[in-house]
């Protein structure tokens, strides 16, 4: 049974850059394709960034394309996001996802994704 830890958020000011980890165990973590999602309040969760088991393909949400990467080290069954260039509207619980049915696919919605993390809360203020 795969498990998530999110961990690396924090307070930072409009500007600067964070990197959030994503520990797995459990299983095999080249199985499982990611996915970064975000819920501010009184919003809907919603997709950052997704990738698949290989960590070679990508898909970027438009609001963070160009300032967000994801990759991951599945020999340290770690996945990343490495965000630049914050601001507060990218304040929020950022979780990470993992889909054991289909590790090539790269769509990101919330709802193919069957194992979470319990989030690690991201704040951009100055």
């Known amino acids: 049974q795969l498990q998530l830890v999110e961990s690396g958020g924090g307070l930072v000011q409009p500007g600067g850059s964070l990197r959030l980890s994503c520990a797995a165990s459990?299983?095999?973590?080249?199985?499982?394709?990611i996915g970064w999602f975000r819920q501010a309040p009184g919003k809907e969760r919603e997709a950052v960034a997704c990738t698949t088991g290989s960590g070679i393909s990508t898909n970027y949400a438009d609001s963070v394309e160009g300032r967000f990467i994801i990759s991951r080290d599945n020999a340290k069954n770690t996945a990343y996001l490495h965000m630049n260039n914050l601001s507060p509207e990218d304040t929020a619980i950022y979780y990470c996802?993992?889909?054991?049915?289909?590790?090539?696919?790269?769509?990101?919605?919330?709802?193919?994704?069957?194992?979470w993390g319990q989030g690690t809360q991201v704040t951009v203020s100055s």
């Open positions: 459990g299983s095999t973590f080249g199985d499982f394709a």
């Open positions: 996802a993992a889909d054991s049915k289909n590790k090539y696919d790269l769509r990101c919605f919330p709802s193919r994704f069957g194992h």
